[in-house]
């Protein structure tokens, strides 16, 4: 019992030591763990960053929390959560941070991890605030930003009036993005905020975009009533259940942490990201009596599509695409511009008690037009019509080490000539063995005819549709210093998808020992196989053959800290895909950074060099960068060369930071980079990003 108060002790003085590096840590391993399932260049995690720098900044009190917030945090497991709540219950309030240590599933590492984001308080927060103590209390952000273009691309081109007026090869605007932001904020209980963004190649203040920027979104939030626990106007983002039905914004996928195979729903939060389709417009309200609540919320926002009008109707319409990509940079994406009615309306119902938790929700979703895409095989059962309703149920229990959780969803198409109804539902549960060893079971069943538009299920594909899996993951401590994450997943599509002509199956595998002797010093390596089938690139005939698709990534991963100023880290990774039909390809990439971060000189950097070399865009891969705050960067490697960018950040004046960040791409194989529009001619492409962030 010494030795672990003396050891705790240790962690407590280096973790206050370095504890802004333990905060950019955590946030960049969890933008990695969502870069990686979603395999994109362009996300936006703005939400989910606030999310753990408001926890930074206002540790969660451990006196006061009801487990919530500690499901917001994204660190803990359910079992972990439900073990702080019983050991409050009975022993009373904490009176010391060390007291954690006497929690049965949390041990050192977990108690590391959490350290910045939590404290011990016996004040409570007051529910009742003046206009005075909102306005005094309260916090002052405006962001501004601008990313040029610097090499010139195929879209850019200056042409003719007539030309630019009759093609879609060319951008109305110019090449750079500009973003703006000011937001007011009191605690978690008000938020004020307006965002504004310009994509490359839209115009600004011209043309399609009269008012200046393409993209506003606005918000104001209220939180922390007795009755009306929260409720918002304007932007928002609503969770519900396990994401089946409705779920507008990202979640985890399979990570190395089994802990992200659930979901922690937060019912309702501000919508403060550029992201212009996952999010909803109008108003909301969540109300609450002791251990009941309902979240109603409304919605109606105006969506790109691509409208056809049909002869044998007078003025009559049918919207063949939606457009999700939020750009109007060509004639034909400003044709698309605004040009269907979203409606959105829908109650949950909650109840929780003693670790309990039972939801019941009813979604309707319309279109003031008729949405009948083109039908293909694999897309017969997706939606048509103009109207849609979704039902669910969800549920969380902690059975003292277990538990269990899960949701089944409904949905109806009144459109169709019977009413057409598809299911899906999720079934799981984390065990916490021992404090040292926790297992988490996941079974999903994806209907091919199930049908909702915000959903973020557990799924392996896409979309929460047409799948069935079963996930096992596991978390071991091996020693003080070693330890174990890995998981397993069997999954089948029982219907064909894009570029799959044939049901199919697959599964994916992911072991990960890591050694981690003290704060100063890591090492994991990681190995992930992933087969799933797809159509054969080499065949003769009318019907596509199916072939396995087999990949194997093979990653070493370093992190050293010189001191407290400089980390050192150096990854390499390896990838082979292997297809009957193309034989087998490579690549690797090697990355080394530099990280300098003092605590009292008002500026610090970050540096990266890479080399990659892969046979093809089919193995390139994926690598997360630090950028400027809510700005970023997750790039893909492909083809050969090298890489390399730097990153300063500047405070002054104690209210502003400054970020500059330079990073460019050199190929050695290439003479040209990309094509159409967004073809740059030479061997280089260069990215250059400069915010200013005012801070009252």
């Known amino acids: 019992m010494v030795k672990k108060c003396y050891f705790l002790l240790l962690i407590l003085c280096a973790s206050y030591q370095s504890i802004a590096q333990v905060k950019s840590e955590v946030i960049q391993q969890r933008i990695e763990f969502i870069s990686e399932q979603l395999q994109s260049e362009d996300i936006d995690l703005t939400n989910y960053i606030e999310q753990l720098n408001y926890f930074y900044d206002h540790p969660i009190n451990l006196n006061a929390t009801t487990g919530e917030d500690l499901e917001e945090l994204g660190l803990l497991t359910s079992v972990q959560i439900n073990d702080l709540i019983l050991h409050r219950k009975l022993f009373g309030k904490f009176i010391s941070i060390y007291e954690l240590q006497g929690l049965k599933y949390w041990e050192l590492t977990t108690i590391q991890l959490v350290l910045p984001f939590i404290q011990i308080d016996d004040k409570f927060d007051n529910l009742h605030i003046t206009l005075k103590e909102a306005l005094k209390g309260g916090k002052y952000e ?339 210093a070693w330890s174990l994450n890995g998981y397993v997943d069997v999954f089948q599509f029982p219907w064909m998808k894009y570029g799959v002509d044939a049901p199919s199956r697959g599964h994916e595998f992911l072991l990960q020992p890591s050694y981690k002797p003290n704060k100063i010093f890591e090492i994991y390596v990681r190995f992930r196989q992933q087969l799933r089938e797809k159509n054969s690139r080499d065949y003769l005939g009318n019907v596509t053959p199916l072939e396995d698709v087999l990949q194997r990534n093979y990653r070493i991963n370093l992190s050293y800290v010189i001191n407290e100023s400089f980390t050192f880290k150096s990854r390499i990774e390896f990838v082979t895909v292997h297809r009957n039909s193309t034989g087998q390809k490579r690549g690797m990439l090697i990355t080394q950074d530099l990280l300098y971060k003092p605590k009292s000189f008002p500026l610090d950097f970050s540096l990266r060099y890479a080399l990659f070399d892969t046979d093809d865009y089919d193995t390139r891969l994926y690598s997360f960068e630090n950028n400027a705050l809510y700005a970023f960067a997750v790039p893909a490697y492909y083809y050969q060369g090298s890489r390399a960018y730097v990153l300063i950040r500047y405070s002054f004046l104690r209210h502003c930071d400054l970020w500059v960040r330079y990073g460019v791409f050199l190929y050695n194989n290439r003479t040209s980079i990309s094509s159409g529009a967004e073809g740059i001619i030479g061997s280089r492409k260069t990215d250059l990003i400069v915010q200013l962030r005012i801070s009252l």
């Open 142 to 480: 405006m962001f501004l930003r601008y990313q040029p273009m610097v090499e010139q691309k195929g879209g850019y081109v200056k042409v003719s009036d007539s030309i630019m007026a009759n093609s879609n090869n060319y951008y109305k605007g110019n090449g750079d993005r500009y973003y703006t932001r000011f937001r007011y904020t009191y605690k978690t209980n008000i938020s004020v905020g307006v965002t504004a963004e310009k994509d490359a190649g839209e115009q600004f203040f011209a043309g399609a975009q009269k008012n200046g920027f393409d993209f506003y979104s606005a918000h104001a939030f209220f939180k922390g009533g007795k009755y009306l626990r929260s409720a918002v106007i304007g932007d928002y983002q609503v969770q519900v259940g396990q994401g089946l039905n409705v779920w507008s914004s990202y979640a985890f996928g399979k990570t190395s942490d089994i802990a992200t195979m659930k979901r922690s729903a937060i019912p309702l939060r501000p919508y403060t990201s550029v992201d212009e389709a996952r999010f909803l417009r109008g108003i909301a309200f969540d109300f609450g009596v002791k251990s009941f609540s309902l979240l109603a919320f409304a919605s109606s926002k105006m969506v790109d599509a691509s409208s056809i009008a049909d002869s044998t109707y007078e003025d009559l319409e049918f919207i063949s695409t939606i457009d999700l990509s939020g750009l109007h940079r060509t004639n034909r994406e400003i044709d698309k511009m605004n040009s269907l009615r979203e409606n959105i309306a829908g109650l949950n119902l909650k109840y929780a008690k003693s670790g309990l938790k039972l939801g019941l929700a009813g979604v309707y979703q319309g279109y003031d037009k008729p949405y009948e895409k083109s039908v293909q095989l694999y897309n017969q059962f997706d939606f048509r019509g103009k109207q849609n309703f979704s039902f669910s149920g969800d549920y969380s229990y902690n059975i003292k080490n277990i538990n269990i959780f899960g949701e089944v969803s409904k949905v109806w198409n009144a459109d169709l000539s019977q009413f057409k109804s598809g299911w899906a539902m999720v079934h799981g549960a984390m065990i916490a063995l021992d404090p040292r060893a926790s297992i988490g079971i996941l079974y999903r069943d994806y209907q091919k005819d199930y049908q909702t538009f915000y959903n973020a299920g557990f799924s392996e594909g896409s979309n929460t549709q047409n799948e069935k899996g079963l996930y096992t993951g596991i978390k071991l401590k091996l020693a003080s």
